[in-house]
């Protein structure tokens, strides 16, 4: 372990003890104040990650935005500061768990007290707004449950706080995948409603017992974030109330202005379904109290409303064969087998009559195409394009225009990202028309060749210069897309991190075994070859500092 991982025993007033977790913005410990004896939770960020660019200004930033703040289910602010070029912030200490080990240990939470979650956190969401603070990483981990049943929002580390500079650049991406809002996985600035949205993620696994979406890799979350269909909450627990759905999906919503205006909106929608659910109830009972109610209509909610044509059939048939049994003047015709064969044959006919006048709506051939699109893109993406999208456009422009532009946008970008970026493309057409498609291919020939920095660097100035033009918007797009594919794309790097690793090993073992020279040209070939490589700066470092220490070692 090396020197920077290693705590101090003591920072500030604060003696350090258990590690309470991890994350890319320092380690949380449980201390003490050594002169009032109460309990603290440190957060450090380690002098390693203090020389690293950006850090201590979103450190800073983190410790800014719990400044601004005073709200019992916003984790509180103690003090903070430097030492040793170590920066600390120290935060009250919440005695539980958060919602994530929850619910790995209960999977789902009753919908009451998702109710009541979900109205803390608005009062958070709420303060933070107020002060001008969009959280933007609202997840169950960043979320602790106080002994009490109470919410702790914690980790301001990627906050943005509002007319400040932004910290990232553009086209780039700050959030976790499973609950990051479509806006934040297009690079865009978030705002207030992507908070909402990432609520709305929270309180669907709270409910459901998993994300609205997941998938195989961060960048196949985020394209469902961007332009997947969820399943609705009660397609997957069927007694959360249809009001409580209803929120979580217009949270969801793609397009933030259809989400709730703001964090105290959306509270007071929560506290209504509570009031809805025992309204309901009162009916229910009232109505079941009620003689000559031979058929049951009520939804699962205990809502009256109208079933099927083949459960009200089944229901009908029902309800007369008792009226037989007991003597009723149509008995006679309901006992005869063959008047309920015919009517049997009716329910079938009726049945399939209606399925078959349902099919191919326009509805659901936007749905069919919208679940085309959730698979892997390839033939099956043209297929929703030309069988189910352009076909609704043709037929009314005006509706379906504006609600199948994403997509097929998207479809656009799978075909010019297909047409740029396989080596036969290059092959067959070595002079792009466009200045953006010859950049995005020299981009690709990089990373093909393993210079992952100079490729990303390429797309990286291009998303920059293009960000602001709205006609090129598609080259946008897709060299963003791209680049974010590559940044996830962790596991092309595994090889080279291996070699690093070996060789900087294998340079130290013979630097003690006296072959100093060896040693010396396996640290120079290491710059030599990765010195201006962002990616592996630490292995850089590390040679630097041994061919250093080598040095001074020399009489």
Sequence with gaps: MSKDSLPPKQIGPYVIGRELGAGGMGTVYYATDDESG????VKILPASLAREDGFVERFNREIASLQ?????YVVKLIGSGVENDIYYYAMEYVAGETLTSRLLREKRIPWEEVIDFSLQICSALKSAHDAGIIHRDLKPSNLMLTEDGNIKLTDFGVAQIFAADKLTMTGGIIGTAEYMSPEQAEGRRATKKSDLYSLGAVMYVMLTGRPPFTGKSTLDIIQKHRFGQFDKPRMIVQS???WLEEIVCQLLNKNPDERYPDAYVLSLRLQEVVKKVELSSQDETVAVSQPGHALDLTDSDGIVGGPGAGTLMQKFLKAEIESAQQGTPIANAFNNIWVLLLLLAMVIGGGFWWFDSQRLSPEEKFDAGVKLLEQTAGSDWLKARDDYFQPLVQADPEKWKPLVADYLNQIEQYELKAGLTKTNRLKRNPVPQKEEER???LAQQYR??????????????LCTILAEDPTREKYYQLANELLVEWQSEDSIREDRTELLTSSLKQADQLFRAGRVQDARNIYRSILDLYASDPSAIQFVKQAEEALEEEANSQP
Aim: no cysteine; net charge negative; proline share 3%.
């Design 38 to 41: 109460e309990e603290t939770a």
């Design 68 to 72: 601004k703040l005073n709200n019992q």
């Design 240 to 242: 959360i109330p249809r």
């Design 439 to 441: 950049l995005i291919q």
């Design 448 to 461: 093909n060749l393993g210079d992952f920095a100079r490729a990303e660097g390429i797309l990286s100035a």
